[in-house]
């Protein structure tokens, strides 16, 4: 499973846009980009995924660069209750076993 | 609609006992996977049933196993605990369709082996 790696954490202002990096340079063809992120003391949530084009849904946005070495989750205006550990996770088509490889992901803090 | 649900919140387990941990999948979700989340670390996937049956499986020992059932509901058993074993434990259910399809999580059961 390809590798991705993240900052061990960050801080942002509320309602200023959070951009969350994650570095995957041994990304196949066929791997997908997903995020997830798990809120204090609760499992974790799907936040977006994509494959090659940028992406957006009511939560936030993923830029993924030309070459698809590298991502960026976006939250365009954080709030508190986005605190969180976000985790860049690769996806591989193809595979038998619908997994998350999860990594230690980004501990993000907002303050008010 | 009520998503996914793990029983107990809480338990303590001693070195050397079993224990079982359950887990009541969404409403016409077919997959089920375990994930282990040692405290500071990502969690880590045990294995994945798919109607039933066991549908890959992680770098975790034998003591290690499953059950899924006819309603998708799901358990996990580990024999022999050890005190690394303290973890707090997920599940997460899928519906069917492609591999793609985000799972959804429920909020685990902390387990602590003394």
């Known amino acids: 499973d390809a590798k991705t790696t993240q900052p061990n954490s960050m801080e942002s202002n509320e309602e200023e846009p959070v951009h969350l990096p994650c570095n995957h340079s041994?990304?196949?063809?066929?791997?997908?980009i997903h995020w997830y992120r798990q809120l204090p003391s609760q499992g974790p949530e799907y936040v977006i995924h994509?494959?090659?084009s940028n992406v957006n849904n009511r939560m936030a946005s993923l830029a993924i660069a030309e070459d698809r070495k590298s991502s960026t989750l976006i939250l365009h205006r954080a709030t508190l209750r986005d605190a969180a550990v976000y985790y860049c996770?690769?996806?591989?088509?193809?595979?038998?076993?619908?997994?998350?490889?999860f990594g230690t992901g980004t501990l993000l803090a907002v303050q008010p | 609609e009520t998503g996914v649900t793990q029983s107990p919140t809480h338990l303590i387990k001693t070195r050397g006992q079993q224990v079982t941990l359950r887990c009541s999948s969404q409403?016409?979700?077919?997959?089920v996977s375990w994930y282990q989340q040692a405290l500071g670390q990502g969690p880590q996937f045990i294995f994945q049933?798919?109607?039933?049956?066991?549908?890959g499986r992680g770098n975790f020992p034998p003591r290690f196993s499953g059950l899924q059932f006819p309603n998708y509901s799901s358990e996990l058993n580990v024999n022999a605990l050890e005190l690394d074993d303290s973890a707090l434990y997920l599940c997460?259910?899928?519906?069917?369709?492609?591999?793609?399809?985000?799972?959804?999580f429920g909020p685990g059961t902390r387990l602590t082996v003394l």
């Open positions: 997460a259910s899928s519906p069917p369709g492609t591999f793609l399809n985000e799972q959804f």
């Open positions: 041994t990304i196949s063809g066929t791997d997908y």
């Open positions: 994509g494959l090659t």
């Open positions: 996770i690769l996806r591989s088509h193809g595979g038998a076993t619908n997994k998350l490889i």
């Open positions: 409403s016409g979700h077919n997959t």
């Open positions: 049933y798919y109607r039933e049956e066991e549908n």
